[in-house]
């Protein structure tokens, strides 16, 4: 896997978790077409309560590529950043260790100021998994005026 400075099909979001035993270093996601139409309707549908004052986020059901263990992230991220465009070889998110958790409930929150959150449950032990919040609208090219 490497950074890449112009646009990819995928990012590496960092990632954690509260587990006292299992470990999570990155996310990825992938960022096709259909990711982008999807994310945009799903702005679309908060950019009128983004101004409520109890509004936190809007969450769906929905899931990255995969949590991993690995800590490849602080690798190719700079300690101030949070995602990064990569490019992936055939096969190689197979290659990375995932967390000892089998993961479970997963879900995608999009923040009032439009940032993008991934969060999963491990399904026998409740630890929390989630990524760094990233910015949507970057991604997705998006100008809502909001």
């Excluded at 990155?26 to 950019?47: N, P, Q, S």
């Excluded at 969450?59 to 949070?82: C, R, T």
């Excluded at 993961?103 to 959150?117: E, P, R, V, Y």
Aim: net charge negative; proline share 3%; charged share 25%.
């Amino acid at each position: 896997m490497k950074n890449s400075k112009t646009p990819t099909a995928h990012i590496l979001v960092r990632a954690f978790t509260n587990s006292e035993w299992d470990n999570c270093g990155f996310a990825l996601v992938c960022i096709d077409e259909e990711w982008k139409d999807t994310v945009l309707t799903r702005m679309g549908y908060i950019a009128p309560f983004v101004n409520e004052l109890y509004l936190c986020s809007h969450v769906y059901w929905d899931a990255p590529m995969g949590f991993y263990a690995d800590h490849i992230a602080d690798e190719l991220l700079d300690s101030n950043e949070n995602w990064a465009y990569v490019t992936l070889e055939e096969g190689e998110p197979e290659q990375f260790f995932l967390p000892e958790n089998k993961l479970d409930t997963f879900q995608f929150a999009i923040s009032k100021n439009m940032g993008g959150t991934y969060k999963a449950y491990g399904k026998y032990t409740s630890e929390e998994f989630w990524t760094a919040e990233f910015n949507l609208a970057e991604l997705v090219n998006a100008d809502l005026n909001v």
